[in-house]
C-alpha cells in the first residue's frame, strides 16, 4: 500500500494539473462496491491532501473533484443494488461472506439516512451501504442528498486531514 500512495504522490507532484482527476478516479473506486476492495485509496487521498499549499495545488478544484467522484461511485453501488437486487449476494466478495446482506439490512434499517453518512466514513461500509441502500430500495431523492452531501464532508475531512498533518509535520520541524 505504502509503494501505491508513494507513486500516486510522485505523479501528483510531477502533474499538478492531472490532480483533481487522480482525485475524482481515487475517490471513485474508494466508493465503488466491489472495486473498493482493491483501491484503498483513503491513505492517497490524505496523502494528496497533505500537498494542498506547500506545492500550490489549489484546494477547490481537489474537494470538489474528491467529492463528485465518492459521491458517483456511491449512486452507482446504489444502482448496481437497485439493479441485482439479491443476486448480488452470488458476486465476490459478498458470495464469501453471505452474513453481510444481512448485516447491512439490519444497519440500514437502524440508522436509516444517516446511515449513508456514517459508512462514508468507515472503510468495510464505505461501498457497501449503497449497495444495500439499492437492495432495499432506500427512495432515491433520500439516497442521493445524503449521498453528495456525506460526500463534501468525507472528502473535506480527508483532504483537511492530510493539510494538518502537513503543516504540524512542517512547524514540528522548523522549530
Do not use: C
Not at 148 to 158: E, I, K, R
Amino acid at each position: 500500500m505504502e509503494a501505491y500512495v508513494d507513486q500516486i504522490i510522485a505523479f501528483a507532484r510531477d502533474n499538478a494539473a492531472w490532480v483533481p482527476a487522480l482525485i475524482f478516479a481515487l475517490a471513485f473506486g474508494e466508493s465503488l462496491a466491489f472495486i473498493s476492495l482493491l483501491i484503498p485509496a483513503w491513505g492517497a487521498l490524505v496523502a494528496l491532501g497533505a500537498l494542498i499549499g506547500s506545492s500550490g495545488i489549489e484546494f477547490w478544484p481537489v474537494w470538489i473533484a474528491a467529492a463528485l467522484g465518492a459521491a458517483l461511485g456511491d449512486w452507482l453501488s446504489y444502482w448496481i443494488g437497485l439493479k441485482l437486487e439479491y443476486r448480488v449476494q452470488h458476486i465476490w466478495p459478498l458470495s464469501r461472506h453471505p452474513d453481510l446482506i444481512p448485516r447491512g439490512e439490519r444497519f440500514m434499517k437502524t440508522w436509516g439516512i444517516a446511515g449513508i453518512f456514517i459508512g462514508r466514513f468507515f472503510g468495510p461500509l464505505r461501498a457497501s451501504v449503497p449497495l444495500i441502500a439499492g437492495i432495499f430500495e432506500m427512495p432515491f431523492w433520500r439516497f442521493q442528498i445524503a449521498n453528495v452531501l456525506s460526500a463534501f464532508v468525507w472528502a473535506a475531512v480527508l483532504l483537511t486531514l492530510g493539510d494538518g498533518i502537513s503543516k504540524a509535520i512542517s512547524w514540528g520541524w522548523g522549530n
